[in-house]
Nanobody, 121 residues
Framework: QVQLVESGGGLVQAGGSLRLSCATS????????MGWYRQASGKQRELVAA???????NYADSVQGRFIISRDHGKNTVYLQMNSLKPEDTAVYYC???????????????WGQGTQVTVSS
């Protein structure tokens, strides 16, 4: 059973940066793709970014140009570099393992516990 463990969240001022990490207990090649989701209080979970095993990436419009998803195969870790953070980025961020069908990312039932990101204005 592959486990996903997120880290790197915290409190940051608007305009600041954070880097989230998602360490997997097994090989990240277990998954065709991996993604980062976030869930703000009272809102539905939304896909923020996803990356294929080949390194192709997709981003939500709200984070395009500010966030960068990447993966380190040797460390079995996926990262989310978040720059120019805004108060509306405040949420619990979750790592997921999944796959692509066409141009859409679909999560499998593999989730981390989440890491809180709070951006103050």
């Amino acid at each position: 059973q592959v486990q996903l463990v997120e880290s790197g969240g915290g409190l940051v001022q608007a305009g600041g940066s954070l880097r989230l990490s998602c360490a997997t207990s097994g090989s990240i090649f277990t998954f065709d793709a991996m993604g980062w989701y976030r869930q703000a209080s009272g809102k539905q979970r939304e896909l923020v970014a996803a990356i294929t095993s080949g390194g192709s990436t997709n981003y939500a419009d709200s984070v395009q140009g500010r966030f960068i998803i990447s993966r380190d195969h040797g460390k079995n870790t996926v990262y989310l570099q978040m720059n120019s953070l805004k108060p509306e980025d405040t949420a619990v961020y979750y790592c997921s393992g999944g796959y692509y069908s066409g141009s859409y990312y679909y999560p499998l039932d593999y989730w981390g516990q989440g890491t809180q990101v709070t951006v103050s204005s």
